[in-house]
């Protein structure tokens, strides 16, 4: 995903991994996460590192998934979940990919946008 591509390329805001976070992070760039985070995130954009963990709900645009997540996740367009991922919670997203290796626990609801309402693309 291209999109996902630039998402790690624009990345604003660092939690490092040995970092421990409590609270509520809003920002209207993107965050990385590598360590730890107990609280929600409201960001533009949101990538989660393979050793990182989110206890929180999370509200974005785009995210990458890599590393642990125990909350619901809100994504107006893309959810990317890599190998390795663990998330125990509802998610919501335009478009979604799991990849083979990641494990999901929860329920899923794609966003239907009007304008893609009975299109096909090949």
Same mark, same amino acid.
């Given at each position: ?32 996460? %590598?360590? =730890? ?5 409201? #960001?533009? /954009?949101?990538?989660?590192?393979? $050793?990182? @963990?989110? *206890? ?33 919670? %509802?998610? =919501? ?5 799991? #990849?083979? /290796?990641?494990?999901?626990?929860? $329920?899923? @609801?794609? *966003? ?11």
């Amino acid at each position: 995903m291209s999109k996902n591509k630039n998402l790690l390329e624009s990345v604003e805001t660092l939690i490092g991994e040995n970092a421990v976070f409590e609270g509520t992070i809003t920002t209207d760039k993107v965050l990385r996460v %590598d360590g =730890k985070i107990t609280g929600n995130i409201n #960001a533009y /954009g949101v990538v989660v590192g393979q $050793k990182a @963990e989110v *206890i929180g709900d999370i509200k974005t645009k785009n995210i990458i998934i890599s590393g642990i997540v125990k909350g619901n996740i809100d994504a107006s367009e893309t959810i990317e979940i890599l190998p390795h991922a663990n998330i125990v919670g %509802d998610i =919501k997203a335009n478009i979604l990919s799991i #990849a083979q /290796g990641a494990c999901f626990y929860g $329920k899923s @609801e794609m *966003i239907i946008k009007e304008n893609n309402i009975g299109e096909q693309k090949e």
